[in-house]
């Protein structure tokens, strides 16, 4: 049978490779992908996809009741994919409003739109709400700790994770009140293809590329476990089809990287991969500055759930998925440029000066 998804954020980075991913692999499904076109939405992501006689692009904000109940009724929704959501930590440090807002109001509204909808319809059994959220509500690993599972108590540390960690308790909540069909997924740190250039990844490529300085947080020791974006997709695309309404399904890279280690080996990937850089070796532009306040230490994620019950495992390693993503931002320098605009220029001077 045939789906009918809403997604939301489908503009954005994670959100975008989603959407390719499934037009490529269900091409007779409807895909309606609504995004507000926040700085970090961006048209260019869906190229191609236009054209598609199942795909529709709206713009529009998830906190808005009306649009939503549209959607879901004129389209007759029957899943939603919900990657909305205000995601870099830095830029909730400076402003953590418009995280509370969309991350926790905006999933808030969804839940809402779509409890009506789904009982409008008498209460389905194929309809999924899937809720991509973040391990970043799980809190900060000591070196030897067990990595995060998905019965790990929250304890976010961050104005971003809090926001999030506040919308995975009110879509567990739809689930145990309601009975609500929603699925919860709690991923690692996602790099790849269009990735917003304030990212870790995306950041040190370009900078290279100018000749800027490459900032570590700290003395760069902070580990993060790395996903690339196309195995995140796949896990999603197996959550969707095969995950049980009501569970938490976490979804890692298995790539336990130091910051500062990831760092050198993207230099070294553009001292090979790009000629003629402005400074090489591109290590050189290494520098350390400033830790950002409540800065966790360690991420690690513990996917025997989803690898035992759903038969999934990430296939792409570190070292593989990084010359991907180096090889992507060389290649698409017409899709970066234009993004490092005045506001971007001023935020990263915020941040980093």
């Known amino acids: 049978m045939n ?4 997604i939301t954020g489908g503009a954005g980075f994670i959100g975008s490779n989603f959407v390719h991913h499934w037009c490529k692999n269900y091409p007779n499904d409807r895909i309606v992908v609504l995004d507000a076109l926040t700085y970090a939405g961006n048209l260019a992501n869906l190229a191609g996809l236009q054209e598609h006689e199942n795909f529709r692009f709206v713009q529009g904000n998830i906190c808005d009741r009306s649009t939503i109940d549209n959607l879901l009724k004129n389209e007759n929704i029957d899943t939603i994919a919900h990657f909305a959501a205000e995601s870099h930590v830095d830029r909730s440090i400076l402003g953590p409003g418009a995280f509370v807002e969309t991350n926790v109001v905006g999933t808030y509204t969804l839940l809402e739109a779509f409890r009506q909808h789904w009982q409008a319809n008498y209460k389905p059994a194929n309809y999924r709400f899937l809720h991509v959220s973040t391990d970043e509500v799980y809190g900060s690993l000591a070196p030897n700790d067990p990595p995060f599972s998905e019965t790990t108590p929250y304890a ?80 999603l695309d197996a959550v969707i089809h095969h995950g049980v309404a009501g569970e938490t ?55 025997n759930k989803i690898k035992t019950q759903l038969g999934w495992a990430p296939s792409v390693d570190i070292e593989q998925g990084l010359r991907l993503t180096v090889q992507w931002y060389l290649h698409h320098r017409d899709w970066w440029q234009p993004l490092l605009s005045e506001e971007y220029q001023a935020y990263y001077h915020k941040v980093y000066a």
Not at 3 to 6: A, I, K, N, S, T
Not at 172 to 198: K, V
């Open 249 to 303: 399904y976490n979804i890692g890279g298995n790539n336990e990287v130091e910051n500062i280690n990831l760092v050198r080996m993207l230099c070294q990937l553009m001292d090979e991969l790009a000629p003629n850089l402005p400074v090489s070796p591109a290590a050189n532009l290494i520098t350390f500055v400033k830790d950002r306040p409540g800065h966790d230490r360690r991420y690690a994620i513990n996917a």
């Open 156 to 235: 976010p540390n961050s104005p971003y994770s809090a926001s999030k960690a506040g919308s995975d308790h009110l879509v567990r909540a739809y689930y145990h009140t309601y009975q609500l069909p929603t699925i919860i997924t709690n991923c690692s740190n996602n790099y790849g293809p269009y990735q917003f250039p304030e990212k870790l990844i995306p950041l040190m490529c370009i900078n290279t590329l100018m000749g800027k300085q490459l900032p570590v947080y700290g003395d760069g020791k902070n580990v993060r476990d790395w996903l690339y974006v196309g195995d995140h997709c796949s896990a």
């Open 3 to 6: 789906r009918r998804l809403l």
